[in-house]
């Protein structure tokens, strides 16, 4: 009898592990400490919710005290109150015990505190060049060579920035788009818009990262500026 060993052969089954998916009434709660005085449009933009659930989840907070509406001119949003800070960061514990994923988040912040570093000095050259009259004096970006070093500084970071994210949104789909974000925000630079470095308002280079860095201090429940 003759003997087929790829017929006989155990047909290995490799199962993928999903990214642990946040409730909409956490990230409604979680976007406006994140993305800071924002819209319900623009959460639901961020997280690819609904605006109309992610509005009714936002008063549904409010009413709780946990967010605050307020208006200036013509911009209106939503903001966090302390005490939805303090219950945002309670709900994200869990789910980093739920999911997980607490020693991959920890790992991905401690490798995130060098490359903060780096990122605020090439942000600070951006923003200031030395003379021999002046320490601080502002860049008026009349030196090509000055603004390069920069975006090359910035550039590197991206490579970084992919990496942090694939290790993030592999346990946490919330953490997905950051590297694209900051990806968009260069190739914007590069093609002549260099407000796209560090402008507020839009999704910049310096204000993607910061919102990488507040996503990582909430989900640890770290305070800003104890990081090093």
């Not at 959460?43 to 409010?62: C, F, K």
Request: aromatic letters at 8%.
């Amino acid at each position: 009898m003759r003997f087929w060993p790829c017929a006989l052969r155990e047909t290995a089954v490799v199962t993928a592990t999903l990214p642990y998916v946040s409730s909409a009434e956490d990230l409604a709660l979680h976007g406006p400490r994140v993305l800071g005085f924002a819209s319900a449009s623009r959460i639901a933009a961020r997280y690819g919710l609904d605006t109309g659930l992610v509005r009714e989840l936002l008063l549904d907070h409010q009413a709780r005290g946990l967010v605050h509406h307020a208006s200036f001119g013509d911009s209106s949003g939503w903001s966090v109150t302390e005490t939805g800070r303090l219950e945002g960061e309670a709900r994200l514990a869990r789910e980093l015990d739920a999911a997980g994923a607490r020693d991959v988040v920890a790992g991905a912040h401690r490798d995130f505190v060098p490359l903060n570093h780096r990122f605020a000095r090439a942000c600070t050259r951006w923003q200031v060049r030395p003379t021999r009259l002046d320490p601080m004096a502002s860049n008026d970006h009349t030196d090509w060579g000055w603004d390069e070093g920069v975006l090359r500084s910035l550039t590197a970071l991206a490579t970084e920035v992919g990496s942090l994210g694939e290790r993030l949104s592999a346990v946490l789909q919330r953490f997905d788009g950051y590297a694209d974000r900051y990806a968009a925000a260069l190739a914007r630079v590069d093609a002549g818009d260099r407000r796209w470095v560090d402008a507020p308002g839009i999704d910049s280079c310096h204000t993607v990262w910061i919102q990488l860095h507040e996503d990582l201090l909430a989900t640890l429940g770290i305070a800003r500026g104890t990081d090093g």
